[in-house]
Every structure is written in C-alpha cells, then in structure tokens.
C-alpha cells in the first residue's frame, strides 16, 4: 500500500502506530478496528482520495464530520507539508482522535470540537475555519446537498471538496448539483475508485470553489440536514 500511495517508511510506522492505538481504544467509534481490516476500509480508503490533483496540493485540508478520524488522519500522514483540521461536534470522538494524533505522533493534524457550521461561521483571524481551506474532505453518510452546504463556506478560493460515496444516485448528484450551484461550488467530476482489491461501488464525488459563497451561509447548525438545498 505504501508504494501504491507514494508513502514514505516514515509514514508507513505512523499508520502502524494509529491503527495499533484504535485496536486498543475502549471507545473506538467504528465497527472496524482491528489493524488489517482497519488498513484497508479506513486507511486505503481515505489515501483514494490523492487521486485529485488538487488535494495533493493542499496546505490547509478539513475533515468535517470526521468520526473516528479518517478520513483526515490517512491524508495527514500523506501529507506532511499540509495542515488538517478534523471538525468532529461530539467530544468524545474528537478525544479519540487526539488519542491517536499521539500515538502516530502526526504533529500536523489536529482535532476541533465543533459544529461545521459554527467553525465555518467564524472567520481564521477569531479562531474559526471560514474561507480558510484549500481542501475539504467528507466521508460520512449525508447527502451530497448537505455536505456542499457543509463544505462551501470553509473553502477558500479555487478550494476543491471531496465527498466519499457508494453506487452512484442520479437523483441526489442532481440535487448536490443544483445545491452546489447556490453555493459557488461546482462539479468537478466523479471518480470511481478501488482503494483495495475487491472494492465495489466506491466514488469520489469533486467539486470546485469556483465564485464566494453568498452571505447567510452557512446557515445554523442543522438545517442543512432539516432543509436541503437543491
């Protein structure tokens, strides 16, 4: 995997010393823990994403809704020249991922407990995330709608979103495009992605910070779930 994904020996003993700390965590937040497994459906799956150009290139990425921590722990092994921030609202997830941020000792990442909304309400000079990311990464399970709404206000200009999804719904890529459109998001593309052998059903949806995101985004916390866009 290490070669597959260009990771250094270096990088290759900080994932080891993450995916040993989850396999020992009391409150892990995910059914998938044990270290081989854990490499494959957590690890793998997230270093997919360096399949965008852009990412690649990021200096400031955000993780929103990041859960046990991945996928932005995997993108800051990566991606040791850039910073990434893991916006979790619940406590204690973010006290998990703290955990592991020790014990892979992966000093460029960081846990922020908050709500999107509430972290891209607030601008980078007050302490917040607002317009502050050249890349903002989502793999948890929301529709494309919501998550654009998430994402929009964090991104600074010509910043890329990344949203991890399973087969593909006409329906809801419609509904995010048009969301996205409100935002001054649009797609970028979809990548279908096999991060290990076997993988099914696994695309990267994309989407480009292309004008500002109008005034009264984001709105406040919850109602991008309770009244998508779109």
């Known amino acids: 995997m290490c070669e597959r994904f260009g990771l250094s020996a270096g990088s290759a003993e900080q994932i080891r010393l993450m ?3 989850l396999a020992a965590e009391p409150d892990p937040h995910t059914t998938v823990s044990e270290p081989e497994a854990a490499l ?3 690890v793998a799956d997230s270093l997919s994403a ?3 150009k852009h990412l690649a290139r990021a ?10 921590g991945f996928p932005g722990l995997a993108v800051a092994v990566a991606l040791p020249g850039a910073r990434v921030d893991l916006i979790e609202s619940a406590g ?3 006290a998990v991922i703290e955990r592991l ?3 892979g000792k992966i000093d460029n990442a960081r846990a922020v407990t908050a709500r999107a ?4 309400a607030t601008p980078p000079a007050l302490g917040g995330g607002g317009q502050a990311y050249d890349a903002v990464l989502a793999r948890a399970v929301a529709a494309l709608a919501v998550l654009v709404e998430y994402a929009a206000p964090l991104l600074g200009a010509n910043g890329v979103f990344v949203a991890w999804k399973g087969a593909r719904d ?3 890529e419609e509904r995010g495009a048009r969301a996205a459109a409100q935002l001054g998001l649009e797609p970028g593309g979809v990548l279908r992605v096999e991060p290990f052998a076997g993988a099914r059903e696994r695309h990267l949806h994309v989407f480009r910070k292309i004008a500002p995101t109008p005034p009264g985004y984001p709105r406040r916390p919850g109602m991008a779930a309770k009244r998508p866009l779109g």
């Open 40 to 42: 494959q459906a957590h």
């Open 50 to 52: 360096l399949e965008v």
């Open 170 to 172: 006409g329906e809801e």
């Open 19 to 21: 995916l040993e700390a």
């Open 59 to 68: 200096r400031r990425v955000a993780d929103v809704g990041a859960g046990a």
């Open 92 to 94: 204690r997830k973010t």
């Open 117 to 120: 909304e509430e972290w891209a």
């Open 101 to 103: 941020i020790r014990a």
